[in-house]
Each structure stands twice: as structure tokens, then as C-alpha cells.
């Protein structure tokens, strides 16, 4: 069994907020793949149901963003988890927006949702980092990541929750790399081969002019012989 957790903040008011870009996306999965509605469990909403052959539980912690440890960690103890079997999904501010990268391990590079389960769990489960840009300045990290994502944004973002949709299952399944390719095929689509220009054909060759008939000797004989002597 997988245990799939989306990061973000409960409530309206959080909905569209770009820190809450792994809620997106477990909705999105929930939806495609026909789970269970959700329901009130582990501090959090779940959400059961099968990406391929895979059995996935999808996990939003409702525990606000710095302490989604706590979610995490009931939830796995239930299923009898260990931590490679979890992934989580969260934004991540050194990828631009609409780029996906997949990490095991590793720290949590000041991302407070990662900080509380690395407390909770250890750092040995699987990361989706779902790009979402930086401001520019530390100062506005804050601002920026509890601001919804503008109008602008919805194309990318429609674009890349497909394609985690498309790729869930290869994900669930351990094969990273051929979710990233579906996700891709979504947000980096492969340009349709132009079709090839007509080779033109060769110039023709300019025709020769017909060869001048020789011109016919009139003379007689006498003056032929004549002209030889000249």
C-alpha cells in the first residue's frame, strides 16, 4: 500500500493559495481515478482507492501547514507504513512554476510542512516538488506562498495537475521517471511534425538548340576542284 500526502492549509480561505498546490493535487488524483469521497480521519481528510493495481491512501493533513507531521505519522502507524512507502507533494519555491521534480530523501530546505514530518517520520520518503516560482526576496516568501495563485497561473496549473493525474499510477507503482514523462507530456507537449515541404523538383535543364543543317554545297564540280588549287 501507498500512502500519497498532498501539504496545504484547511479551510476556504486557503484553497487557492499556492503552499496549497499538493491539496490540488490529491483532489485532482481523487477525482480522475474514481476514490472514495473523503473522509475525517488521521487529523486530516483520507480518501482510499487503487491507482492501477496499487492500493493508495490520499492524505490531506488539516493540522495547518507546520504540523502536518502529525497526520502523517497517525496515518502510517495505521497502515503499518514504513516511511518509503510515502510520497509526499508540496510546493516548492526553487522550481519554476509548472515544473515537477521527484527527490527521496534529502533535507526539507526550510519548508515547514517537510520540517514536521521529518520530525514525525525520519527524511527516507519520496518528494514531489511541484514548482511554484520564488518572489525574489526572503521577505516575501510568506506573502507569496499564502496568496492564490492569480488567473494567469490557471493554464500551467491545469496543465500540471493532469499530468500528475496521467502519471499517478507509474508513481504508485515505484517507476518516477515515467511519471515525470507523463506529467511532461502535459506540460511540455511534443510539437506535432510539421508536415515536410514538397521537395522541389530539379529546374529543367534548358534545352539545346537543334543543331544548324549544313549547308548544301551548290558548286560544281569544275569549281570545286578550282578551289582547291587556291
Given at each position: 500500500?501507498?500512502?500519497?500526502?498532498?501539504?496545504?492549509?484547511?479551510?476556504?480561505?486557503?484553497?487557492?493559495?499556492?503552499?496549497?498546490?499538493?491539496?490540488?493535487?490529491?483532489?485532482?488524483?481523487?477525482?480522475?481515478?474514481?476514490?472514495?469521497?473523503?473522509?475525517?480521519?488521521?487529523?486530516?481528510?483520507?480518501?482510499?482507492?487503487r491507482l492501477g493495481t496499487e492500493k493508495v491512501a490520499l492524505?490531506?493533513?488539516?493540522?495547518?501547514?507546520?504540523?502536518?507531521?502529525?497526520?502523517?505519522?497517525?496515518?502510517?502507524?495505521?497502515?503499518?507504513?514504513?516511511?518509503?512507502?510515502?510520497?509526499?507533494?508540496?510546493?516548492?519555491?526553487?522550481?519554476?512554476?509548472?515544473?515537477?521534480?521527484?527527490?527521496?530523501?534529502?533535507?526539507?530546505?526550510g519548508h515547514n510542512g517537510l520540517r514536521s514530518i521529518h520530525?514525525?517520520?525520519?527524511?527516507?520518503?519520496?518528494?514531489?516538488?511541484?514548482?511554484?516560482?520564488?518572489?525574489?526576496?526572503?521577505?516575501?516568501?510568506?506573502?507569496?506562498?499564502?496568496?492564490?495563485?492569480?488567473?494567469?497561473?490557471?493554464?500551467?496549473?491545469?496543465?500540471?495537475?493532469?499530468?500528475?493525474?496521467?502519471?499517478?499510477?507509474?508513481?504508485?507503482?515505484?517507476?518516477?521517471?515515467?511519471?515525470?514523462?507523463?506529467?511532461?507530456?502535459?506540460?511540455?507537449?511534443?510539437?506535432s511534425s510539421k508536415t515536410r515541404t514538397e521537395e522541389k523538383?530539379?529546374?529543367?535543364?534548358?534545352?539545346?538548340?537543334?543543331?544548324?543543317?549544313?549547308?548544301?554545297?551548290?558548286?560544281?564540280?569544275?569549281?570545286?576542284?578550282?578551289?582547291?588549287?587556291?
Amino acid at each position: 500500500m501507498q500512502l500519497f500526502v498532498g501539504l496545504g492549509n484547511p479551510g476556504p480561505k486557503y484553497a487557492q493559495n499556492r503552499h496549497n498546490i499538493g491539496f490540488m493535487a490529491m483532489d485532482r488524483i481523487a477525482a480522475d481515478h474514481g476514490f472514495a469521497p473523503w473522509r475525517s480521519k488521521f487529523q486530516g481528510l483520507v480518501s482510499e482507492g487503487r491507482l492501477g493495481t496499487e492500493k493508495v491512501a490520499l492524505l490531506k493533513p488539516e493540522t495547518f501547514m507546520n504540523l502536518s507531521g502529525q497526520s502523517v505519522g497517525e496515518a502510517m502507524r495505521f497502515f503499518k507504513l514504513e516511511p518509503g512507502d510515502v510520497t509526499v507533494f508540496h510546493d516548492e519555491l526553487d522550481l519554476n512554476p509548472g515544473r515537477l521534480k521527484v527527490k527521496t530523501s534529502g533535507g526539507h530546505a526550510g519548508h515547514n510542512g517537510l520540517r514536521s514530518i521529518h520530525g514525525h517520520i525520519g527524511e527516507a520518503y519520496h518528494r514531489v516538488r511541484l514548482g511554484i516560482g520564488h518572489p525574489g526576496r526572503k521577505e516575501l516568501v510568506s506573502p507569496y506562498v499564502l496568496h492564490d495563485f492569480p488567473k494567469t497561473d490557471a493554464e500551467w496549473l491545469d496543465d500540471l495537475m493532469r499530468g500528475i493525474s496521467d502519471g499517478a499510477e507509474h508513481l504508485a507503482k515505484g517507476d518516477p521517471g515515467r511519471f515525470m514523462n507523463a506529467v511532461s507530456q502535459r506540460t511540455a507537449p511534443a510539437r506535432s511534425s510539421k508536415t515536410r515541404t514538397e521537395e522541389k523538383a530539379p529546374a529543367p535543364e534548358p534545352r539545346k538548340k537543334p543543331d544548324a543543317p549544313e549547308p548544301v554545297d551548290t558548286r560544281s564540280p569544275l569549281e570545286r576542284l578550282l578551289n582547291r588549287f587556291k
